[in-house]
């Protein structure tokens, strides 16, 4: 028989992320201040909490370090329980913005980051922001609040099942209804949150558990090792790359992690394998590396799908289909494809990889590295042939005077501009497209655009979340006139957080991507023009500094000045552009230069087929 014992003999308490065992300092819920545990003395159990601190602790113990949101009358316990917490609050003028200012903590860090806001039309804001983390891949928690749940207060006033809501959209949604299943919880959404692949989960506090009483504490959180890829489909990749004739590495968004990053740079440099990027995988190896052939930034019918149609096998390293797929499969046809990521492919019908090789990226990546030599089939000299036409094309626009800018005129200016570690954060919008195409990113994670959910209104709080995170980098917002006057309203927050970033807002004055596709399908222009605010005014309205530009010239000058000038806060530049030239090359001049490409190739190819068979060692 057991008899009953004082809390001693095994005790593991946790501090800040890290295990605590006996003989180690841990903390005493009550106070949070330490106290040494030796082994066989007694430990009187801490008494007990409010269920708001106990989830406060928990989300310190999974080193949490912001909340973003818009607290409300049923986050009243958790908002007193945050008052003495490490967390900082960063209160925000829309339920949307703090979503997605927390989904950009998560991308940045791998960690979840963690928003907040009340019940129903709080809540709800949350709806576009849980997409967004979940369909790129971002770790987010989202804790809203609710009515009382043993009683009810008002009827159902305000009331949304918001668990039911958001479980299409997350990882894991559930309703707090004991404040001692709140360690448990907690650590399960962040554990969900955050392993592969990371995206959204959602806790929701109803007010009358917040303020009860429990015994529970944190969780310890200790470190899982990822599975590894099995010998056998190392192997036969291994084989299939050595006998490949034109093997080309693309690199999608779940290869952007710093692990990741640091083996695909050695094998690129050690086997020569030329690569492409999605938009969400740029920067994982640099875009200056002589290997690198472009981003596909187009869905097709660009200089990079050249590349890929010449390739008989692809490395697809990172990538699914939630991110819009850079090339579509067809049954029976090349490329071979084989799918490296943390989880198996997501078949569909533009994507039915013929190996998969399912493991910790990293590893797999180092162990092809350690097993592949460039080898003398291997012949990568029509796409390095490619790559010096596609350079020659995007020197195209880079210097043109023309006022309104020209989109790449906007992409070269601001690459001259921004350090090599700088971020750029695009909303969604036309130049999306010239920033994918155009802009140079030497770092991951330096040109942060959307390319699974996509959404317009996201630029600016990404920005506002780096410039927290990375108060010493040059921080930039890449916005259009439509997307920024989406959460235009968070430019109160930047200025009262004292954050130190600069919003450039390209203005044609329309909804300009839906405008071309509108254009380009043949119907007449209807219902996509625009009329703006004065954006300097706005500005400067809310205590941020505006600009406006009037020349091609002006804009370099303008934005050396909010970059490397001696003015530090909130800078907000209106760029008037013109995309009709630029949708010219992407309609009609591109495609005929693909397709000439495409059949000098065709013409070579026969000649050096026909020249093979009438070899007199032909067989």
């Given at each position: 028989?057991?008899?009953?014992?004082?809390?001693?003999?095994?005790?593991?308490?946790h501090?800040?992320?890290a295990?605590?065992?006996?003989g180690?300092?841990a903390?005493?819920?009550?106070?949070?201040?330490?106290?040494?545990?030796?082994i066989?003395?007694?430990?009187t159990?801490?008494?007990?909490?409010?269920?708001?601190?106990?989830?406060?602790?928990?989300l310190?113990?999974?080193?949490i370090?912001y909340i973003?949101?818009?607290?409300?009358?049923?986050?009243?316990?958790?908002?007193?329980?945050?008052?003495?917490?490490?967390?900082?609050?960063?209160v925000?003028?829309?339920?949307?913005?703090a979503?997605?200012?927390?989904?950009?903590v998560?991308?940045?860090?791998?960690?979840?980051?963690?928003?907040?806001?009340?019940?129903?039309?709080?809540?709800?804001?949350?709806?576009t922001?849980?997409?967004?983390?979940?369909?790129?891949g971002?770790?987010?928690m989202?804790?809203?609040?609710?009515?009382?749940?043993?009683?009810?207060?008002q009827?159902?006033?305000?009331?949304?099942?918001?668990?039911?809501?958001?479980?299409?959209?997350?990882?894991?949604?559930k309703?707090?209804?004991?404040?001692?299943?709140?360690?448990?919880?907690?650590?399960?959404?962040?554990?969900?949150?955050?392993?592969?692949?990371?995206?959204?989960?959602?806790?929701e506090?109803?007010?009358?558990?917040?303020?009860?009483d429990t015994?529970?504490h944190?969780?310890?959180?200790?470190?899982?090792?990822?599975?590894?890829?099995?010998?056998?489909?190392?192997?036969?990749?291994?084989?299939?790359?050595?006998?490949?004739?034109?093997p080309?590495?693309?690199?999608?968004?779940?290869?952007?992690?710093?692990?990741?990053?640091?083996m695909?740079r050695?094998?690129?440099?050690?086997?020569?394998?030329?690569?492409?990027?999605?938009?969400?995988?740029?920067?994982?190896?640099?875009?200056?590396?002589?290997?690198?052939?472009g981003?596909?930034?187009?869905?097709?019918?660009?200089?990079?799908?050249?590349?890929?149609?010449?390739?008989?096998?692809i490395?697809?390293?990172?990538?699914?289909?939630?991110?819009?797929?850079?090339?579509?499969?067809?049954?029976?046809?090349?490329?071979?494809?084989?799918?490296?990521?943390?989880?198996?492919?997501?078949?569909?019908?533009?994507?039915?990889?013929?190996?998969?090789?399912v493991?910790?990226?990293?590893?797999?990546i180092?162990?092809?590295k350690?097993?592949?030599?460039?080898?003398?089939?291997?012949?990568?000299?029509?796409?390095l042939?490619v790559?010096?036409?596609?350079?020659?094309?995007?020197?195209?626009g880079?210097?043109?005077p023309?006022?309104?800018l020209?989109?790449q005129?906007?992409?070269?200016?601001?690459?001259?501009q921004?350090?090599h570690?700088?971020?750029?954060?695009?909303?969604?919008?036309?130049y999306?497209?010239?920033?994918?195409?155009?802009?140079?990113?030497?770092?991951?994670?330096?040109?942060?655009?959307?390319?699974?959910?996509?959404?317009?209104?996201?630029?600016?709080?990404?920005?506002?979340?780096?410039?927290?995170?990375?108060?010493?980098?040059?921080?930039?917002?890449?916005?259009?006139?439509?997307?920024?006057?989406?959460?235009?309203?968070?430019?109160?927050?930047?200025?009262?957080?004292?954050?130190?970033?600069?919003?450039?807002?390209?203005?044609?004055?329309?909804?300009?991507?839906?405008?071309?596709?509108q254009?380009?399908?043949?119907?007449?222009?209807?219902?996509?023009?625009?009329?703006?605010?004065?954006?300097?005014?706005?500005?400067?309205?809310?205590?941020?500094?505006?600009?406006?530009?009037?020349?091609?010239?002006?804009?370099s000058?303008?934005?050396?000045e909010?970059?490397?000038?001696?003015?530090?806060g909130?800078?907000?530049?209106?760029?008037?552009?013109?995309?009709?030239?630029?949708?010219?090359?992407?309609?009609?001049?591109?495609?005929?230069?693909?397709?000439?490409?495409k059949?000098?190739?065709?013409?070579?190819?026969?000649i050096?087929?026909?020249?093979?068979?009438?070899?007199?060692n032909?067989?």
């Amino acid at each position: 028989m057991f008899r009953s014992q004082p809390i001693a003999k095994l005790v593991c308490l946790h501090l800040r992320g890290a295990a605590r065992t006996f003989g180690h300092e841990a903390p005493e819920a009550s106070t949070g201040t330490l106290s040494k545990i030796g082994i066989g003395e007694e430990v009187t159990r801490p008494r007990s909490m409010k269920t708001s601190d106990v989830l406060v602790k928990a989300l310190e113990n999974e080193n949490i370090e912001y909340i973003f949101g818009i607290p409300g009358e049923e986050n009243l316990d958790f908002l007193d329980s945050l008052r003495g917490s490490s967390i900082k609050l960063v209160v925000t003028r829309h339920e949307q913005a703090a979503g997605f200012m927390a989904a950009t903590v998560g991308r940045l860090t791998g960690k979840a980051g963690c928003c907040l806001s009340t019940l129903g039309p709080g809540a709800t804001n949350f709806a576009t922001a849980a997409a967004y983390a979940q369909l790129a891949g971002f770790p987010m928690m989202m804790i809203t609040g609710q009515k009382p749940i043993r009683k009810s207060k008002q009827g159902s006033f305000q009331i949304v099942d918001i668990v039911e809501c958001m479980r299409p959209m997350t990882k894991f949604a559930k309703q707090i209804v004991d404040g001692d299943l709140v360690p448990s919880l907690v650590r399960e959404a962040v554990r969900v949150a955050e392993e592969e692949r990371p995206g959204a989960v959602h806790l929701e506090l109803p007010e009358d558990i917040a303020g009860t009483d429990t015994d529970a504490h944190p969780f310890p959180v200790y470190p899982v090792r990822r599975p590894i890829a099995e010998d056998k489909a190392i192997n036969k990749a291994i084989e299939m790359i050595h006998n490949a004739s034109h093997p080309l590495l693309l690199i999608g968004a779940g290869a952007n992690r710093k692990l990741t990053q640091k083996m695909l740079r050695e094998f690129v440099d050690q086997v020569h394998i030329p690569f492409v990027t999605t938009q969400m995988g740029k920067g994982v190896v640099s875009d200056d590396h002589p290997l690198y052939l472009g981003c596909c930034a187009l869905s097709a019918k660009d200089y990079v799908h050249v590349c890929i149609e010449k390739a008989d096998l692809i490395i697809n390293v990172g990538h699914d289909v939630v991110e819009k797929p850079p090339f579509l499969m067809k049954f029976g046809e090349p490329p071979l494809v084989i799918h490296v990521n943390f989880y198996s492919a997501k078949v569909d019908n533009v994507y039915f990889p013929q190996l998969e090789v399912v493991g910790d990226i990293a590893n797999t990546i180092w162990k092809f590295k350690e097993r592949l030599k460039n080898q003398p089939c291997w012949d990568t000299s029509f796409m390095l042939d490619v790559k010096k036409e596609f350079e020659a094309h995007m020197l195209k626009g880079v210097d043109d005077p023309r006022f309104p800018l020209v989109p790449q005129r906007v992409v070269a200016d601001l690459r001259k501009q921004v350090p090599h570690d700088g971020i750029v954060c695009l909303d969604n919008g036309m130049y999306k497209i010239w920033f994918a195409r155009c802009y140079k990113a030497y770092e991951r994670n330096t040109l942060l655009l959307d390319n699974a959910l996509a959404s317009m209104g996201a630029g600016l709080p990404s920005a506002m979340a780096a410039a927290i995170l990375h108060p010493e980098k040059k921080i930039v917002a890449v916005c259009g006139d439509g997307g920024f006057m989406m959460n235009s309203q968070e430019l109160e927050t930047c200025v009262r957080l004292k954050l130190n970033l600069t919003v450039l807002i390209l203005n044609d004055n329309a909804y300009g991507m839906i405008k071309w596709k509108q254009n380009l399908v043949g119907f007449e222009k209807f219902g996509l023009n625009l009329g703006n605010p004065d954006f300097v005014a706005y500005a400067n309205s809310y205590g941020a500094k505006g600009y406006r530009v009037t020349s091609a010239d002006e804009y370099s000058k303008i934005l050396h000045e909010c970059l490397h000038g001696n003015h530090e806060g909130v800078k907000v530049v209106e760029v008037p552009v013109d995309y009709t030239w630029a949708n010219e090359i992407l309609d009609h001049e591109l495609p005929k230069l693909i397709q000439k490409r495409k059949s000098q190739e065709a013409s070579q190819t026969g000649i050096s087929k026909a020249l093979a068979s009438a070899s007199p060692n032909a067989v």
